[in-house]
């Protein structure tokens, strides 16, 4: 080992990504080398503060700057996309999301796998949990209706105390998912129906909502 | 606005929050002044509200999320890194930037340590842009290479080097003006 290694193997040395082998003679070297171990001891304060730099130098912004940034992407977003549903959902999520689809009719194509006759989730009280809808539509439609439909003692995060809600909305040409994100908030549990509408074809999702 | 506007940004805000402090710090990585980092954090969010639909399948969003603020930030960069252009001065220190160091309660050794990283600062305006943000990222930020690599694009081996190079770089002038020996 001579004293030109640790100055090649500097930065792997330090971030420990150099195998075994070469860690162990590094060690004894620096043990033994004080212009080495110099070396080492200053590229680990400049490492201390390179990380200490990175909480000191961030600035913090205001407490209502996400809030405010939310809503003005929302705001902003909303108002190119009015009239037209956009797939969305909540991708952290996904491993506990129930899947749903619309079957084909006059105007609905079928999904690529079977679809259960009626889903069933189990929830746990004021624990939020999404039931994300999936509609697959042959060509794109406009001028649909969406209605959900809760049982009593479940919401829909965002709408608090409203058994019905309705809207118009459009739907693009293949998949397009709905995310409901609901929260029980009594132990009855129910059947959740969720109706699109489109001239005079219409599909219900029944989702059995059973709370822990 | 309508019941389906109420839900999408309901859907939006609870799909982005978790991952806006991380979000936030890169923009200011990227942008190095709090203004042009706000902007182009907002730009963004706006941005991805319209692409809500491509997050749903993904495992790792913030990953995906930074992707797509680097690439806005790398069309836009005149705009949101015009900052870097201007040297920095006492005054646009954090105010808390001292209140934040360790050892607070000896004014003397902190002004030194706010001293140093002022110094440490200056070294790094003084780096490439590529090199400073790889540094900042990895060094600063707690960053592995592989998610660098999966910000950026670029391979790990060129990662890897300019890193190296900028430790080098920050090795040379902070132990020419005697800062690495007193930090």
Avoid at chain 1, 40 to 45: G, M, P, S, Y
Avoid at chain 1, 106 to 112: D, G, K, L, Q, S
Avoid at chain 2, 121 to 146: F, P
Wanted: proline letters at 4%; charged letters at 25%.
């Amino acid at each position: 080992m001579t004293c030109n290694l640790i100055n090649e193997k500097l930065d792997d040395y330090v971030d420990a990504q150099l195998d075994v082998a070469d860690m162990h003679s590094l060690d004894e070297h620096t043990a033994q080398c004080a212009d080495c171990q110099e070396i080492l001891d200053r590229e680990r304060i400049l490492r201390a503060s390179l990380k200490e730099y990175g909480d000191s130098s961030m600035p913090q912004p205001d407490a209502a700057f996400f809030d405010r940034a939310l809503a003005k992407a929302a705001q902003s977003g909303t108002r190119r996309q009015r009239n037209r549903w956009v797939m969305t959902g909540f991708g952290g999520a996904m491993a506990a999301a129930l899947v749903l689809w619309i079957v084909s009719g006059t105007i609905f194509e079928a999904p690529e796998f079977s679809e259960p006759s009626i889903a069933t989730i189990a929830m746990v009280i004021e624990e939020p949990r999404t039931v994300n809808l999936v509609f697959s539509s042959a060509t794109p439609l406009t001028d649909a209706t969406m209605t959900v439909t809760l049982p009593e003692g479940i919401e829909v995060m965002g709408f608090q105390g409203q058994r019905e809600i309705t809207w118009m909305t459009s739907l693009k040409e293949g998949k397009n998912i709905l995310p409901l994100t609901l929260i029980a908030t009594s132990p009855l549990g129910g059947e959740l129906l969720a109706t699109l509408r489109h001239a005079d074809d219409d599909r219900t999702f029944r989702v059995q909502v059973t709370v822990i | 606005m309508t019941s389906v506007d109420q839900h999408q940004q309901a859907s939006f805000d609870a799909l982005l929050r978790p991952h806006l402090d991380r979000l936030y710090r890169f923009a200011f990585r990227l942008a190095g002044a709090k203004p042009e980092a706000e902007d182009l954090f907002q730009d963004v969010l706006t941005k991805v509200f319209a692409r809500m639909g491509d997050l749903v399948e993904l495992k790792e969003p913030g990953a995906w999320l930074c992707r797509v603020m680097y690439n806005h930030f790398i069309d836009g960069r005149r705009r949101y890194a015009r900052q870097r252009l201007v040297s920095v001065s006492e005054d646009q220190l954090p105010e808390k930037s001292l209140e934040s160091l360790p050892g607070k309660l000896d004014p003397v050794r902190d002004v030194e340590r706010l001293d140093n990283i002022m110094q440490l600062q200056r070294a790094l305006d003084s780096l490439s842009d590529d090199h400073r943000l790889v540094v900042l990222l990895h060094d600063s930020e707690g960053y592995k290479l592989s998610e660098i690599q999966e910000i950026t694009g670029d391979p790990v081996g060129t990662i890897k080097s300019r890193l190296h190079r900028a430790r080098a770089r920050l090795r040379e002038i902070l132990s020419a003006d005697g800062t690495i020996s007193s930090l």
